[in-house]
């Protein structure tokens, strides 16, 4: 009697962690075992009778990723598994269904192989495809078609970046010197550099000492409270040898001549009589002021994260931002209706919409989305349905993913009838 449950104890203990985790924990309480021995248990328990479920869900998974596949079928009812098969053929699932009446419901995704395994062995149920699926592929052939209208986000953000740009030039044309005048940008450098450091609470003594200037020259940049408050004295308004030639240095800076040596040799021609250092201290902040870098237009994937988005979800900004896609591309904005009319289709259960929303997607130029409405198409049935009923393979991705663990867990020695034991049995 003591050995009988000391077996049913390890293989207890080996259908929940496997062979070397299970010898590790039956060493604990003093049952020394070897993992093969804990796997001889396992593998010694009597078969599994899987009973009949009315709503089964079906899903692959992987006994050697991207070579050998099984099929997994779960009763969608009670949330568990009933049966594992070596293989993922249409034939073997017709033939299990077969020998399984009363399944009326079957949730499967949109493989072919399990579409015509359900048509031969359970003809009169009722196949529902996965709307999880079904919502991913339209993600996917929603970024197909940003991705062909990519000139149009760039085009926005050059829009954008335009727009700051002359935001950013408008002060200079208030102010009474504008920017690349050698006491003018200094100036504002100064002050800019004063303020800076009284919000981040040093004190007017602090900022004499850090800037090397002198008590009175910090009180009155900390005192003006805008930079061209300063812009008095003999330097106002006092016109200098070089301003008739600034509009001719500044469309040949625009060419891309940046030697300041060239354009004084070129001006003198014009009649400038004043020196070289002038043209290069007035030159020079062109130079050095830094430049707005150009922002980088969202990518397809981003915009599609966006049209999938419920727009009552979506971030203040991120909804602005694909306003302003959508306002520069028509077809972009036609794809976010068609996206979202298929979400409210796929949470709501209105499948009866799903012709209508067909033939308004078959209207607008969108071919990659042609392209999946031809596979629903292919599957309307089913589409239909998973878009109607409540039932869906959430369940069976669950078991999927436990199938991994289970997999790792035994290092290799997962041969198909030991790991149907510990999935069906554990």
Not at 146 to 163: D, G, I, K, Q, Y
């Amino acid at each position: 009697m003591r050995r009988r449950l000391l077996r049913s104890a390890l293989a207890e203990v080996g259908l929940a962690l496997a062979g070397r985790a299970g010898a590790r924990l039956a060493d604990i309480p003093g049952a020394r075992v070897s993992r093969n021995t804990v796997l001889r248990l396992v593998d010694a328990l009597p078969e599994p009778q899987p009973r009949s479920p009315r709503v089964v869900g079906v899903d692959e998974y992987a006994m050697r990723k991207g070579r050998v596949y099984g099929t997994v079928l779960v009763d969608v009812e009670t949330r568990r598994p009933v049966d594992l098969l070596p293989d993922r053929d249409a034939g073997t699932l017709a033939a299990w269904l077969t020998q399984h009446p009363g399944i009326e419901v079957v949730c499967r995704d949109c493989a072919p192989f399990f579409a015509e395994g359900a048509s031969i062995g359970a003809p009169s149920a009722v196949q529902v495809a996965d709307r999880f699926h079904l919502w991913r592929n339209l993600g996917e052939a929603a970024e197909r078609c940003v991705s062909r209208h990519r000139p149009c986000l760039r085009a926005t953000t050059a829009e954008s970046t335009t727009e700051k740009e002359l935001a950013s030039e408008s002060p200079d044309r208030d102010s009474p010197w504008p920017t690349g005048h050698r006491f003018a940008d200094r100036t504002r450098a100064k002050h800019a550099t004063v303020h800076a450091l009284l919000a981040a609470g040093h004190s007017r003594r602090s900022i004499q000492r850090q800037l090397g200037m002198t008590y009175r020259t910090v009180q009155r940049l900390a005192d003006a409270a805008r930079p061209e408050d300063l812009f008095q004295g003999q330097w106002q308004n006092r016109r200098t040898k070089l301003d008739d030639f600034k509009p001719y240095l500044h469309e040949r800076w625009a060419e891309g001549c940046t030697n300041a040596w060239t354009l004084w040799e070129e001006i003198k021609t014009h009649g400038y009589t004043g020196g070289y250092g002038a043209v290069r201290a007035y030159l020079q902040p062109f130079r050095t002021s830094p430049t707005a870098p150009t922002a980088r237009p969202p990518s397809p994937r981003t915009v599609t994260g966006w049209m999938l988005t419920h727009p009552d979800t979506l971030p203040e900004g991120e909804r602005l931002k694909l306003k302003s896609v959508l306002a520069s591309c028509p077809e972009l904005d036609a794809l976010t209706g068609h996206v979202r009319a298929f979400g409210r289709m796929l949470t709501q259960l209105q499948g009866d919409q799903l012709p209508q929303w067909i033939k308004a997607v078959r209207a607008d130029d969108l071919p990659r989305l042609h392209t999946f409405v031809n596979g629903l198409e292919r599957d309307l049935a089913a589409v239909t349905a998973g878009l109607t009923l409540p039932w869906s393979s959430g369940v069976v991705e669950g078991h999927v993913n436990r199938i991994k663990m289970i997999k790792r867990q035994m290092y290799g020695r997962a041969s198909f009838g030991l790991l149907r034991k510990r999935v069906l049995l554990a």
